[in-house]
């Protein structure tokens, strides 16, 4: 039998490819770019496996053009770039890649609320420009971290490992959404399940860990941070567009609320205008999962979750499994 045809869409790290091209004939779009649209059309069409990122768009007209396609695999946890309802309508398993990038994820989250209350981008612009001269009783006073209150908005993998992570810090943690209770963090960290406008209001760090759906697009806009305290910091490393990021920007520059990490921005890879002035917002390039081991696990499962579909086995993390069992 002929080794089926795959297609990744990026370069991802070596460990996923080498299992891929044990079963597979396997091309790689090897520029370090995202493909045209065109370009991602033609390449996949006689693909019967597609590798693809979250800045691929599949969606009809994909799936129209991988006419032989048997299942794709997303390399991402986030799926808003997938339109799953139209695979399910074709039969098609598609997957994501939860799990493997969840602490990386949390940490990240971390790092920006330290950065941001501690102002660490700030101050090391300073030293390097050679003009600190010297230390000061009042020089960059930044919040407290420990005791606070930290509101997670998606109690989800990501957002409860974010909440765990907090145990150190002895914080209150608040939560919202999720279609039943985190019992997790609510056992380990007497952690509360609110409603929106009290994560708002007693928050003194938000971190948003909620997928990109209809409901949460733009959910924090100029009504949201109003009703937030004016020392609070917001966090983002989902998708950007849970953030009306214009917003944001007045909201920062009117001193609203304190503070704002971001990782995810609302039209990649552009940032609101506004926002690069500011000295109170840290902002790193979409690296949530960005670490060397993390980025090589999920490359494996994405080609695990592929290998499955093309055997026509129910891949590891699929998102649409009920395909697979009616076939
Ligand atoms: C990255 O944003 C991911 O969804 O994995
Ligand atoms: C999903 O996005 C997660 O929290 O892992």
Known sequence: MSKPKVYVTRMIPEPGLALLREHCLVAVN???RPLAREELLANVRDAEGVIGQLTDKIDAGFFDAAARLKGYANYAVGYDNIDVAEASRRRLPVSNTPDVL??????????????????????????RSGAW????????????????????LGPGRIGQAMALMSQGFAMTVLYHGGSKPALAIEEKLGA?????????????????HAPLTPASRRLFGAEAFAKMKRTAVIVNTSRGPVIDEAALAVALREKTIAGAGLDVYEFEPKMAEGLRELQNVVVTPHIGSATRSTRDNMALLAARNLLAMLRGDTPPTCLNPEVLGKK
Do not use: C, H, N, Y
Request: no cysteine; hydrophobic share 50%.
């Open 102 to 127: 969840t602490r990386a994820t949390a940490e990240l989250a971390w790092a920006l609320l330290f950065a941001v209350a501690r102002r660490i981008v700030e101050t090391d612009a300073v030293m």
């Open 133 to 152: 001269p010297g230390w000061g009783p009042l020089q960059f006073l930044g919040l407290d971290v420990s005791g606070k209150t930290l509101g997670i």
């Open 30 to 32: 090897d520029r370090d």
């Open 192 to 208: 509360r399940r609110v409603d929106f406008d009290t994560l708002l209001a007693e928050s003194d760090f938000i971190s948003i």
